[in-house]
């Protein structure tokens, strides 16, 4: 067996998430008693509002939370990856779990991050749009006739037959129309407070690289799979300058999942809040045997079924 963790990215949060984890383990008590950031992240996370919740800059450091109370958890159970992706915010979990941030660090990042999302997306009339039942050469098609209305990019690469568009709101609105002309499913408006990995964030982008100069980024105990190129990094590349651009370029996660599979990889836990990224990997090959984990429930089932299979 072959192990990959990925983590959740933005949402998939709840009111309530990452609670039973702290009820049943003391290791999750000691993460969220610990975090020193400038809100409470154990009570909103816990209790909401979930209007405060689903804002950006707010829910970053609430799911990061559940996922290193998660890692922690199956690390001393015995449980360790050997390969790690995450979908968006889920990329800062990975590198958590791989050790190129600690736990500190970690949380004053993506506070940080979440803050320069939410600061960038301000005053830009902008919407994404998930499209279902469309390759990607066709959409490509209905984005290039759609940009005479403005700014359209696809932001994600999600698995087989769902991607996400975003950029300026008559763009996105034009594209998703042709969309639907072209053969499309169905095109369904998603809840963002931004224009989450596109150029249009590039305010984000250089209030990250500047925060970057003063971060410690440790050597990785993990192979890490990045959003912006579906595989490891190469010894050229560095990871402040991917984790710059994953802010404001596109996010292949089908691309992240192949290559997973590609290096030997044939079990995967979903760590996080939902079951979102577990739906997109069954599109992607139902061959892989899959796992979740987001509260106690969860975490019981999936030790003791990678136990027997370990």
Same mark, same amino acid.
């Given at each position: 067996?072959?192990?990959?963790?990925?983590?959740?990215? !933005? %949402?998939? !949060?709840?009111?309530?998430?990452?609670?039973?984890?702290?009820?049943?383990? +003391?290791?999750?008590?000691?993460?969220?008693?610990?975090?020193?950031?400038?809100?409470?992240?154990?009570?909103?996370?816990?209790? %909401?509002?979930?209007?405060?919740? &689903?804002?950006?800059?707010?829910?970053?450091?609430?799911?990061?939370?559940?996922?290193?109370?998660?890692?922690?958890?199956?690390?001393?159970?015995?449980?360790?990856?050997?390969?790690?992706?995450?979908? =968006?915010? %889920?990329?800062? =979990?990975?590198?958590?779990?791989?050790? #190129?941030?600690?736990?500190?660090?970690?949380?004053? *990042?993506?506070?940080?991050?979440?803050?320069?999302?939410?600061?960038?997306?301000?005053?830009?009339?902008?919407?994404? #749009?998930?499209?279902?039942?469309?390759?990607?050469?066709?959409?490509?098609?209905?984005?290039?006739?759609?940009?005479?209305?403005?700014? #359209?990019?696809? =932001?994600?690469? &999600?698995?087989?037959?769902?991607?996400?568009?975003?950029?300026?709101?008559?763009?996105?609105?034009?594209?998703?129309?042709?969309?639907?002309?072209? %053969?499309?499913?169905?095109?369904?408006?998603?809840?963002?407070?931004?224009?989450?990995?596109?150029?249009? /964030?590039?305010?984000?982008?250089?209030?990250?690289?500047?925060?970057?100069?003063?971060?410690?980024?440790?050597?990785?105990?993990?192979?890490?799979?990045?959003?912006?190129?579906?595989?490891?990094?190469?010894?050229?590349? &560095?990871?402040?300058?991917? /984790?710059?651009? !994953?802010?404001?370029?596109? *996010?292949?996660? +089908?691309?992240?999942?192949?290559?997973?599979?590609?290096?030997?990889?044939?079990?995967?836990?979903?760590?996080?809040?939902?079951?979102?990224?577990?739906?997109?990997?069954?599109?992607?090959?139902? =061959?892989?045997?899959?796992? !979740?984990?987001?509260?106690?429930?969860?975490? +019981?089932?999936?030790?003791?079924?990678?136990?027997?299979?370990?």
């Amino acid at each position: 067996m072959k192990l990959g963790f990925i983590f959740a990215g !933005q %949402g998939s !949060q709840y009111v309530g998430m990452g609670k039973s984890l702290y009820d049943h383990y +003391e290791l999750a008590k000691e993460v969220y008693d610990g975090i020193d950031l400038d809100f409470d992240v154990k009570a909103l996370s816990f209790e %909401g509002p979930e209007e405060k919740l &689903n804002l950006t800059e707010y829910t970053q450091p609430c799911m990061l939370a559940v996922a290193i109370s998660a890692v922690k958890i199956l690390k001393a159970a015995g449980i360790t990856p050997d390969m790690v992706c995450g979908l =968006s915010l %889920g990329e800062y =979990s990975a590198l958590a779990c791989a050790g #190129v941030f600690d736990e500190k660090t970690a949380f004053e *990042v993506i506070r940080y991050r979440g803050q320069a999302m939410a600061d960038a997306a301000k005053g830009i009339e902008c919407s994404m #749009v998930a499209v279902l039942g469309l390759d990607r050469e066709t959409l490509n098609t209905c984005i290039e006739e759609a940009s005479q209305e403005g700014y #359209v990019t696809i =932001s994600n690469y &999600n698995c087989p037959g769902q991607l996400v568009i975003g950029g300026e709101k008559a763009a996105v609105a034009k594209a998703a129309e042709l969309a639907k002309a072209k %053969g499309a499913k169905r095109t369904m408006p998603l809840k963002t407070s931004g224009p989450f990995h596109t150029a249009l /964030l590039k305010e984000a982008s250089l209030a990250l690289e500047k925060k970057f100069k003063d971060v410690t980024f440790h050597d990785m105990q993990v192979p890490v799979v990045f959003n912006t190129l579906g595989r490891e990094k190469n010894a050229d590349e &560095n990871i402040p300058a991917i /984790l710059t651009k !994953q802010v404001m370029s596109s *996010v292949y996660f +089908e691309d992240c999942i192949r290559y997973m599979l590609s290096q030997g990889v044939d079990t995967i836990v979903e760590i996080g809040p939902g079951k979102v990224l577990s739906g997109f990997v069954k599109k992607i090959d139902r =061959s892989i045997r899959l796992y !979740q984990v987001q509260d106690q429930e969860s975490m +019981e089932a999936t030790i003791s079924a990678l136990k027997e299979e370990l």
